[in-house]
C-alpha cells in the first residue's frame, strides 16, 4: 500500500510540478566574526560568556560558574559520571552539568554548534540542568552561511545550540529552562 | 502632456470637493486635466468580492475612456493600484497596456512625474498622515516597516515642506485602517475595530487634520471620527495642498 | 460558519481583543527589530525563495533523492499520500515497537492530519511536549497560530488549566512558576517516552536528514530518550543542500519571533545506535497545489507564523476564528485546497493590505494569492448569493455612464431625505454599525464640472 502511496506521490509530482527554475547561489554576506559580536549576541538570547586563557584552566572556570554542581559529566576531564551512548535515562536524568566541547560559534546569532561525537550521549546536552560549552575563539564565524561550509556533513545528529532552554508561550513572557539546559555557559578559550 | 482626471465613483458621489481640490491643485501646479465625462470605476469592489469576470465590462469602459490620454490621474491610490495590478486579465492590447502605464495617484504624479517635492504655503496644525495600504506597499509610494527604519515617503515629504505643519508619530506607522473594500461590510466587526484602533492612535498622538492621499482609507476613518464625535478633521491631501497654494 | 462571525465572537470582549492585538503586534515589531539588523535581509528572502522555487520545480527528484540518502542512513522512509494513511502508518510503526506511550514535539502536519484523537481511539497516549501545545492539549483546544498554539490564553487561563491538571495552587498565575510545574510534569513524560514524534522544519536531499527548530529543547529531549523516532513531513518540507540551511536559519527566527536562531537546530540523520528512526513523508493534498500554478508558491511557506503576527484582521480575529489548522494570511490560501466550501469566506477575512507578502521570509505572494482565490470561490458560487447578484447588478451600473449618473443622484438624494435611524440601521446597514455614513452633498463632481466654464482647450488636446 505504501508502496502505491509512494508512487502516486512522485507521479503527481512530476506532472503538477512547474517548469524547472534555477537553483539560486548564495554568496558569502561577510559579516562580522568576532568575539564581541559573539559575546554580545549571545548574551542577549539568555546566555553567558566567559573566556579563560586555556583550556588548562577549565576545571577552576567551572568551579568559579557551578561550585554547587555534584553530578558532572564531560569528554574534556573525568566527571563526577561517566558517560556513554548506554548510559540509562534514569542516570542522565541527575546530571546537574554537562560540559562538552563545541566546534563552532556563529557571531550573528550566538549559537555553536554540537557534533553527536562530542554530546557522550544523545539526550546529554538537553537532559542536562545546566550546560558549558567549550570553544576555541577562532573558530568563531560570521554567520550560519559560513558554519555550513565549515560542515562536511552533520553525522547521524547534531545541532547549533544558541543560548538555554526556553519558551514565551504563557502570554510571551519570557522564561529561562523550559525542557533542556537551564542555562548555558559558552567557555572560550 | 494630455492628462485626464479620474474621479473614482465614491468620491465623485460622496467627496466632490476632493475631485474639485485635485483638479485646481493640478492647475496650479501647471497642468490642465480634463475630466471625460463618460468614466465610471475602475471595477475593484467586483473584483475584490470574487466578481472579477462580472467586472470586465468595466474594466473595458475604463480603458476605452483613458486610452487617449498621456496621464490618468486620480486621488485614490487603490484605484490605481488596481489598474495597474488587475487589468491583467483583459488582453493586452496597446491600449490596456497605455491605460495600465499611465494611471497614476495624484501624489504619485506630483512627485514621480512633475517631479515636485517641496511647495510653498503654510499649514500650522498637526497632521496625521494615514498611509493607504495600496499607495504604499502596492503603488511603493513610502517605505514599508516591513523592510526598514527609515519612514520616508511622496507624500510625508510634501507635507512636511509646508510650513508650521507638525507630522504626528504614530505608534504604528502604516497599520492598514481596515477599509478594504467591501470587507468594510463583509468583515463589519473587524473593519470597524481596525478603523476604532487606528483612529485611536491618532488621537493618542495629537492628530488634529487626518490626511492621506486615498480617500476611501478616510472615508472610513471619517465615518469613525464622526461617529465618536471627536475633534479630528479629515481632509485627502489634495484639500489640503490645494488650499496652501495660491493660483500660479 | 464564516469568518466573519466567528470574529464577531472573539470581539466581543474588547480588552482581550486589544490584549491580543498588541502581544502580536510586539512580536512583529521584535520581528522588525531583527531584519533591520541585518543588511542582506531582503537578499536573503529572495534566495530562500528562489531556492524553493527550485525545489518545488523538480520536487519528484529530489524527494527521492532524500528518500536515497535517508535510506542510506539506516531510517525507515514511509510515504501516505493523505492524513488517514499517515495516522495509520504511525500506529502501526507504534504497534511494532510495542509502544503505548508518544511524546510529540510540535509538528502542524500532526495537526492537520489530527493524528492524536487518532492515537488516543486506539489506546496510546500522546502528550504534546511544547509548553503552548501541552496547554492547549489539557483543555482540549485547538492551536490558535502556529508558533504561539496558545496565544489566545492569558496566564490566569493557563493558571487555571495547571491547577486541574497539574495540581498548581488555585491562582497561580506567574509563567515562571507556571513553567516550572509544567517542566517537572513533562520531565517525567520524556523519561518515560517510548516512542517520540517530531515534525519537521527541513529536509536534506542531500543527506537525508531533518531539521527540527525549537526553542525548548523539546524535540531533542524527547527523540534522544525514546527509542524510536518518528518524524512527519509534508512533501513540501525538502530544500536540496546542506548549505541551503545557511539561508533558511537566518530567516526563519528572525521571522518568527524577533529571535537571531532558535536555541535548537537540531539535525537527525542516523538513529543511535540499537534504535530505530522513521520518516513519513506526507503529501495530504500538496501535489493537488502543485498544480495550481495561482497557488502553488503557498508550498514554499516555512510555518514561521510572520503573516498571523502582521495581519491586522488575525491580530483582531484570533486564530479560532479561522477554523483550519494553520490560520491567518497563510492558512487563508491553503485552506480552500482543503476544502473549497468550509473555508470559503477565508480569502475574504483580509484587507489585501499586503503586510504579509511583505514579512513572508519565502516571499509568498499572499495577498495576491487571497484575491486569485476570491475570484475562483466567485466564478464556483462560493460566495454568498446576495453579494453575488449584487455585484452583477454594480457591474451593469459601473459599465454604463448614464445608469451609473443616474444611480448615483438617487443614492444621495435618498440618504439627504431619509431619517438618519433609517439610513443607519444595523440591521440594513453593515458600515453603520461602528461609523456615519458621508453626508450626501448635493451635486455630484460630474455635475459640478458640467456646470464649470469650458477651460482653454477643454478636448483631450489641453497641452
Known amino acids: 500500500m505504501s508502496l502505491t502511496s509512494r508512487e502516486r506521490i512522485l507521479a503527481a509530482a512530476k506532472a503538477n510540478k512547474p517548469e524547472e527554475l534555477p537553483l539560486p547561489t548564495v554568496p558569502d554576506f561577510g559579516g562580522e566574526a568576532t568575539v564581541e559580536r559573539f559575546t554580545t549576541v549571545l548574551t542577549g538570547i539568555g546566555g553567558t560568556v566567559v573566556r579563560m586563557g586555556g583550556l588548562q584552566e577549565l576545571g577552576e572556570t567551572l568551579q568559579q560558574l557551578f561550585p554547587e554542581a555534584r553530578n558532572v559529566a564531560s569528554p574534556l576531564f573525568r566527571g563526577t559520571v561517566p558517560v556513554n551512548r548506554e548510559t540509562p535515562t534514569g542516570i542522565l536524568a541527575e546530571i546537574d552539568l554537562a560540559v562538552l566541547p563545541g566546534e563552532i560559534g556563529v557571531a550573528e546569532n550566538g549559537c555553536v554548534w554540537l557534533p553527536e561525537a562530542n554530546m557522550l550521549h544523545r539526550a546529554l546536552p538537553t537532559i542536562t540542568q545546566h550546560l558549558a560549552l567549550v570553544l576555541d575563539q577562532r573558530q568563531i564565524v560570521a554567520t550560519m552561511h559560513q558554519a555550513y561550509a565549515q560542515l562536511p556533513h552533520t553525522g547521524g545528529y547534531g545541532k547549533f545550540v544558541a543560548g538555554p532552554s526556553k519558551t514565551a508561550d504563557i502570554e510571551q513572557s519570557l522564561v529561562i529552562g523550559a525542557h533542556g539546559a537551564r542555562s548555558l555557559v559558552v567557555v572560550l578559550y | ?248 | 460558519m464564516s469568518h466573519a462571525i466567528r470574529a464577531d465572537k472573539f470581539l466581543l470582549d474588547a480588552d482581550r481583543t486589544t490584549w491580543h492585538d498588541e502581544t502580536l503586534w510586539f512580536v512583529r515589531e521584535k520581528r522588525d527589530r531583527a531584519v533591520y539588523a541585518v543588511p542582506e535581509f531582503q537578499e536573503l528572502r529572495e534566495l530562500a525563495s528562489g531556492i524553493k522555487n527550485h525545489t518545488l520545480s523538480r520536487l519528484d527528484l529530489y524527494l527521492q533523492e532524500f528518500e536515497a540518502a535517508a535510506k542510506a542512513n539506516g531510517v525507515h522512509v514511509h510515504w501516505a499520500a493523505d492524513a488517514a494513511e499517515h495516522n495509520a502508518i504511525i500506529l502501526d510503526i507504534t504497534r511494532k515497537a510495542g509502544a503505548t506511550r508518544i511524546v510529540k514535539s510540535k509538528s502542524m502536519l500532526t495537526e492537520e492530519c489530527h493524528l492524536n484523537p487518532f492515537l488516543i481511539q486506539h489506546g496510546i497516549e500522546v502528550v504534546d511536549t511544547d509548553l503552548g501545545e501541552r496547554i492547549i492539549q489539557f483543555r482540549d483546544e485547538p492551536p490558535s497560530h502556529i508558533v504561539l498554539p496558545a496565544i489566545h490564553l492569558k496566564k490566569e487561563d493557563v493558571g487555571d488549566t495547571f491547577h486541574t491538571h497539574l495540581g498548581t495552587d488555585k491562582g497561580e498565575n506567574d509563567p515562571q512558576r507556571l513553567t516550572e510545574a509544567a517542566r517537572q510534569h513533562l520531565r517525567a513524560k520524556f523519561l518515560a517516552g517510548e516512542v517520540a514524534i517530531s515534525g519537521v522544519n527541513f529536509a536534506i536531499a542531500e543527506t537525508g536528514a531533518v531539521v527540527v527548530c525549537t526553542n525548548e529543547g523539546n524535540a531533542d529531549l524527547g527523540v534522544n530518550l525514546a527509542r524510536v523516532h518518528i518524524a512527519a513531513m509534508g512533501i513540501e518540507k525538502i530544500i536540496p543542500r546542506l548549505s541551503d540551511l545557511g539561508v533558511f536559519t537566518r530567516l526563519l527566527a528572525r521571522s518568527a519571533t524577533g529571535q537571531p536562531v532558535t536555541t535548537y537546530t537540531s539535525h537527525f540523520a542516523k538513529p543511535a545506535p540499537g534504535k530505530e528512526m522513521h520518516i513519513v513523508i506526507v503529501d495530504n493534498g500538496r501535489t493537488q497545489q502543485l498544480g495550481r500554478p495561482d497557488f502553488r508558491a503557498s508550498l514554499k511557506c516555512i510555518r514561521c507564523g510572520a503573516c498571523m503576527n502582521t495581519c491586522p484582521v488575525y491580530r483582531r480575529s484570533g486564530g479560532h476564528s479561522y477554523d483550519f489548522t494553520v490560520p491567518g494570511p497563510i492558512g487563508a490560501i491553503l485552506s480552500p485546497n482543503i476544502d473549497m466550501k468550509k473555508h470559503s469566506s477565508l480569502p475574504f477575512a483580509s484587507t489585501l493590505c499586503g503586510s504579509c507578502t511583505d514579512v513572508c521570509p519565502v516571499k509568498i505572494d499572499i495577498h495576491t494569492q487571497l484575491y486569485k482565490w476570491r475570484q475562483v470561490l466567485g466564478e464556483a458560487n462560493e460566495i454568498p448569493a446576495s453579494k453575488k447578484w449584487g455585484m452583477k447588478f454594480m457591474g451593469r451600473v459601473l459599465a454604463s455612464t448614464r445608469v451609473y449618473g443616474l444611480g448615483g443622484q438617487f443614492a444621495r438624494k435618498a440618504l439627504r431625505l431619509l431619517p438618519h435611524g433609517l439610513t443607519h440601521a444595523p440591521s440594513m446597514n453593515a458600515w453603520a454599525v461602528a461609523r456615519e455614513l458621508p453626508e450626501a452633498p448635493k451635486q455630484s463632481f460630474r455635475e459640478w464640472y458640467a456646470k464649470q466654464p469650458a477651460p482653454a482647450a477643454p478636448s483631450k488636446t489641453s497641452a
Do not use: W
Not at chain 2, 504619485?108 to 511647495?119: G, M
Not at chain 2, 476613518?221 to 488650499?243: D, F, Q, S, Y
Open chain 2, 1 to 248: 502632456m494630455k492628462v485626464a482626471l479620474f474621479v473614482p465613483c465614491y468620491i465623485d458621489q460622496f467627496y466632490p470637493q476632493v475631485g474639485i481640490a485635485t483638479l485646481q491643485l493640478l492647475e496650479k501646479l501647471g497642468v490642465q486635466a480634463h475630466f471625460p465625462a463618460q468614466q465610471t470605476c475602475c471595477g475593484q469592489p467586483l473584483a475584490n468580492s470574487g466578481c472579477e469576470s462580472d467586472a470586465l465590462p468595466i474594466y473595458k469602459h475604463f480603458v476605452e475612456t483613458f486610452s487617449d490620454y498621456d496621464y490618468v490621474v486620480a486621488p485614490s491610490g487603490s484605484c490605481v493600484y488596481h489598474v495597474r495590478k488587475h487589468f491583467d486579465k483583459l488582453d493586452q492590447t496597446a491600449d490596456v497596456q497605455h491605460v495600465r502605464g499611465a494611471a497614476y495617484d495624484l501624489i504619485d504624479f506630483i512627485s514621480t512625474v512633475l517631479k515636485v517635492d517641496a511647495l510653498p504655503g503654510a499649514f500650522p496644525h498637526k497632521v496625521g498622515l494615514h498611509l493607504s495600504c495600496h499607495g504604499q506597499r502596492g503603488l511603493h509610494q513610502a517605505n514599508e516597516s516591513e523592510m526598514t527604519p527609515v519612514r520616508d515617503g511622496q507624500l510625508s515629504r510634501l507635507l512636511r515642506s509646508l510650513d508650521g505643519i507638525e507630522l504626528t508619530q504614530l505608534n504604528r506607522n502604516d497599520e492598514c485602517c481596515g477599509f478594504g473594500g467591501t470587507f468594510c461590510v463583509s468583515e463589519a466587526g473587524i473593519s470597524a475595530r481596525m478603523g476604532q484602533d487606528r483612529v485611536a492612535d491618532h488621537v493618542r498622538n495629537g492628530t488634529q487634520v487626518l490626511t492621506g492621499s486615498d480617500m476611501s482609507c478616510l472615508m472610513h476613518l471619517e465615518g469613525i471620527v464622526r461617529r465618536a464625535k471627536l475633534p479630528i478633521k479629515v481632509m485627502h491631501a489634495a484639500e489640503i495642498l490645494n488650499g496652501v497654494l495660491v493660483n500660479a
